[in-house]
């Protein structure tokens, strides 16, 4: 075959321009330290970092929902432990009040701190967590779940029922954690407020219970003090046990934390290994490359020198 | 006669000449499109008739074309192939350099959208977290806005390409048909100038590359040209007359660029079967682009459809029926580049479930399934009040709010319960006096139910038929489009490997080798010096008979 001056040239020239167009992609990934640049480099790797990154995305979601329901669950543990101490403390006051030494002035005495526990006991109930969400109230967050101004007892003394002076509902709202997977917030005032029997049997709520113990200190009834003690320890019990709930709930908030962050580290280590590049196959891919242009530019030169003109005087 | 000084004269213009056909291609060597050409010489026979036949020296026959027909089309075909993978990998590049960008990913735009919804679920009811939601759904739609827009640009380059193309095949094709007129004044090929004839090569070389051509040459070496190959009947130059090819948008749809052979006269749809750059574009407009504008769209629709469904399906912080969130003009085809929001208030976001149910029960409880808002206010506003009070373990009766059974059913553990627009699950096991009243959600403002089901719409895949979620189907879309660039890119290199392959074979025919040039060069040289010998001698000769005494 006859070879022509324009064949060797153009394949030179060829030659020379792909070896310089893979040293300068290998050049870029060495730089950008990625080991893919678009998704041609690796279609179904591309895709894989795409939903990879994605899930990290979700978890990092995942997390944030959880960190909220423990904050959340963290200030109604708080309220639940402020309820166990004042009803403790509640205890103590009835006992002393119970004391048929005691004259109605002691009593009356002994009323007035109740009542401040009663107040702070309402407050208790109208927190709102650092977003401006009522704790305690289910889905209604238009007004305050409780009020000073609703007795939970009638004029004669009886106790209402507790839908009467509460202004939320039995909803709790329920935060996603993991995919298809829902934890519930806390619990709604009626569930920690009340939803326990008194020593009758009969529904009654830690307001009723206090109002009651109140009265019967104001009344100076001795009787009524007594009764109140065991329905102020039927509280306590209750609130005990919403608390280990709230405690249990929290656990569970803190191991799905736990198996996020592992999963996370996963995710974060498949995607450096997809997508990050081996520095030292790359810098040898180079040296190679560089090597292949270097002996590519010296044949041409080489070969470029044969001409018969050279020989021709 | 014979004669020594006539045959060496004769030797000397002849070698001569081969000396200027070597000088011709030495200063040609880089021409492109030159052929090297070849001085023939014959010998001159001299007079038949004497009794001794001696030669009368040599003569020029012909300076020719080294040229193999059969090579050079072969290679305007490989090439034609070769331009179209080319420019289609080119395009494809483009669209993948636009996919491929980070800012315009369409995954992470919807992970902040959802991530904004499920911030919303953790605080329905406050102002700022329901402002985010709106926001990323603003974001969403620009980023489909964005990303339709690099389409559509990509659209108006390739159209606009196609018709610089066009145009300069209607000047090629007019230039030759001047090449055409000129080859007209000899009958033979052979006797035409080469000079001319790799003018109309290199003509018919470069409307190869804008569309896959056959060409067809006559015995004076004027050729026509038909597209494809002879056998389509579309000609686009007989002998002197070229034909036009006009580019326009089709009038069925705007997204479509037609060309037509001959459009004011008879005029022939090219369609896009034939190759050089122009199938090139046609094929990636036609297939690459109108396939990932489609992809887009698939995703806008489906994302449009199933986040209204869910806000249709619950009631806003008014206690309305949800209204939807996005919206296109109706006239649009292209949906994903006209996607807007269509609400304003953030009280206007449907997070809340439209029914909430009272319950007594110690021990089970009456969960929701499922809402449709719009089949629960179909009289205008929600209304409902319906008791279902169990009897017995497995039986309940349905109340309504006036409190008259409307039906007894009975109930095994497992059985759903439902009524129009609304169903639910009983969890743990009823007993006998346990009564859920399902009625009207009077407090939607802290309820987050329907705002949960927005959420999870992140990982449903059934919103594509079980193929995958809203990120899932994007990075199979982008993996599509990795794959097509890839793809493109093989078929280039081995149509790259064809073509130099066929330019070889043209090359090594009609290429100009320096070497060969040199030798002959000192081939012709040396005749050329020999033939002036002959004069000499015959000089030598002739002074002999001069001197003879």
Redesign the interface.
């Known amino acids: 075959?006859?070879?022509?001056?324009?064949?060797i040239y153009?394949?030179v020239i060829?030659q020379l321009n792909n070896q310089q167009a893979r040293l300068a992609e290998t050049q870029e990934k060495i730089s950008t330290g990625k080991n893919i640049l678009?998704?041609?480099?690796?279609?179904?790797q591309?895709?894989?970092l795409?939903?990879l990154?994605?899930r990290v995305?979700?978890t990092?979601?995942y997390l944030?929902?959880i960190n909220?329901?423990k904050d959340k669950l963290g200030q109604q543990e708080l309220a639940a432990n402020t309820m166990n101490d004042d009803l403790s403390r509640v205890k103590e006051l009835l006992i002393q009040g119970a004391n048929g030494t005691l004259n109605a002035a002691a009593r009356d005495a002994l009323a007035i701190e109740l009542k401040e526990i009663y107040n702070s006991m309402i407050s208790l109930g109208n927190r709102k967590d650092v977003?401006?969400?009522?704790l305690f109230?289910?889905?209604?967050?238009?007004r305050a779940p409780f009020s000073f101004d609703l007795d939970p007892l009638n004029q004669d003394g009886s106790e209402k029922v507790f839908k009467e002076y509460y202004a939320g509902?039995?909803?709790v709202?329920?935060?996603?954690v993991d995919?298809?997977y829902?934890l519930e917030v806390g619990m709604p005032g009626n569930q920690l407020f009340a939803g326990f029997s008194n020593q009758d049997g009969n529904p009654t709520s830690v307001f009723a219970v206090l109002k009651l113990a109140i009265k019967g200190l104001e009344d100076n009834d001795v009787a009524q003090v007594s009764k109140s003690i065991d329905d102020v320890g039927i509280a306590l019990t209750h609130v005990n046990n919403r608390l280990a709930a709230i405690g249990s709930k929290l656990n569970t908030a803190e191991t799905q934390l736990g198996i996020h962050q592992s999963r996370m580290e996963s995710y974060e280590m498949t995607i450096s290994r997809i997508a990050d590049l081996d520095y030292t196959t790359a810098v040898t891919e180079l040296k190679n490359q560089s090597l292949a242009l270097q002996a590519g530019q010296s044949s041409f030169a080489q070969i470029s020198n044969l001409?018969?003109?050279n020989y021709?005087r | 006669m014979s004669d020594l000084l006539s045959i060496g004269t004769s030797g000397i213009i002849a070698y001569k000449r081969s000396l200027s056909t070597v000088g011709n291609n030495i200063a040609n060597?880089?021409t492109v499109g030159y052929s090297?050409q070849i001085h023939s010489t014959e010998q001159d026979i001299g007079s038949t008739s004497a009794l001794i036949n001696l030669g009368n020296g040599v003569l020029s026959e012909s300076v020719r074309r080294s040229y193999d027909a059969f090579a050079t089309s072969a290679y305007r075909n490989s090439n034609s192939l070769l331009e179209q993978q080319e420019t289609l990998y080119a395009y494809a590049?483009k669209l993948?350099?636009i996919?491929?960008d980070a800012n315009l990913?369409l995954?992470?735009v919807?992970?902040?959208f959802?991530?904004s919804a499920?911030?919303l679920?953790?605080?329905?009811?406050?102002g700022?977290?329901r402002q985010g939601f709106l926001t990323e759904a603003k974001n969403v739609a620009e980023r489909f806005k964005l990303i339709s827009q690099q389409f559509d640009q990509l659209d108006v380059d390739s159209a606009e390409e196609i018709g610089s193309r066009v145009d300069s095949l209607n000047s090629l094709t007019k230039q030759l048909s001047i090449i055409n007129y000129s080859l007209m004044a000899k009958s033979d090929v052979n006797n035409q100038p080469g000079g001319l004839l790799d003018q109309r090569d290199q003509l018919l070389q470069e409307i190869s590359t804008l569309i896959k051509i056959e060409s067809v040459e006559k015995a004076n070496g004027v050729v026509d040209v038909y597209i494809g190959n002879k056998g389509t009947g579309l000609q686009l130059l007989k002998d002197v007359t070229p034909v036009a090819v006009k580019a326009s948008i089709s009038k069925q749809n705007s997204e479509k660029v037609e060309l037509t052979l001959d459009p004011y006269g008879e005029a022939k749809p090219l369609g896009n079967g034939y190759g050089g750059k122009l199938a090139g574009i046609q094929d990636f407009r036609g297939n690459t682009l109108a396939n990932m504008r489609s992809r887009l769209d698939d995703i806008a629709n489906a994302f449009m459809d199933s986040v209204n469904g869910v806000q249709l399906s619950g009631l806003d912080a008014q206690g309305n029926s949800g209204k939807a969130l996005f919206g296109v003009a109706e006239d649009v085809t292209r949906v994903a580049g006209h996607m807007q929001v269509l609400l304003t208030g953030v009280d206007d976001i449907a997070t809340?479930s439209p029914l909430?149910i009272?319950?007594n029960s110690e021990t089970a409880s009456l969960k929701l399934d499922s809402w449709d808002t719009s089949t629960l206010a179909l009289n205008g506003s929600i209304d409902t009040n319906i008791t279902i009070a169990f009897t017995a373990g497995d039986e309940y009766e349905v109340r309504d709010s006036e409190g008259d059974v409307i039906e007894t059913v009975v109930y095994q553990p497992g059985d759903k319960i439902s009524g129009d627009g609304w169903a639910a699950s009983v969890v743990n096991t009823p007993s006998e006096g346990d009564v859920f009243v399902i009625k009207t959600?009077n407090?939607?403002?802290?309820?987050?139910?329907n705002i949960?089901a927005m959420?999870?719409l992140?990982?449903d895949r059934e919103v594509f038929n079980g193929l995958g979620s809203f990120?899932?189907i994007?990075?199979?879309v982008?993996?599509?489009?990795?794959?097509i660039?890839?793809q493109s890119?093989i078929s280039r290199d081995a149509q790259k490997v064809l073509t130099?392959e066929a330019?070889?074979t043209k090359?090594?025919?009609s290429?100009?080798?320096?070497?060969?040039e040199?030798?002959n060069?000192?081939r012709f040289q040396q005749a050329y010096q020999a033939n002036a010998q002959i004069i000499q001698t015959s000089n030598r000769l002739f002074e002999a008979i001069l001197n003879a005494r």
């Open positions: 075959m006859r070879v022509t001056n324009s064949m153009d394949r060829t678009k998704p041609s480099d690796s279609p179904d591309v895709a894989a795409d939903r990154e994605s995305r979700q990092e979601r944030t929902n909220s329901i977003d401006g969400t009522y109230s289910g889905y209604v967050q238009d509902n039995n909803e709202q329920v935060i996603t995919d298809g829902q001409s018969l003109f021709i | 060597v880089d090297r590049n993948e350099n996919m491929g990913s995954t992470s919807f992970d902040k959802f991530a499920q911030a679920v953790a605080s329905p009811a406050s700022s977290a809340a909430i009272d319950q959600n407090a939607p403002k802290g309820d987050n139910r949960l959420a999870a992140q990982t990120g899932e994007y990075a199979d982008l993996n599509e489009l990795g794959s660039v890839v890119s130099d330019q070889t090359d090594a025919a290429g100009v080798s320096l070497d060969e040199a030798a060069l000192l």
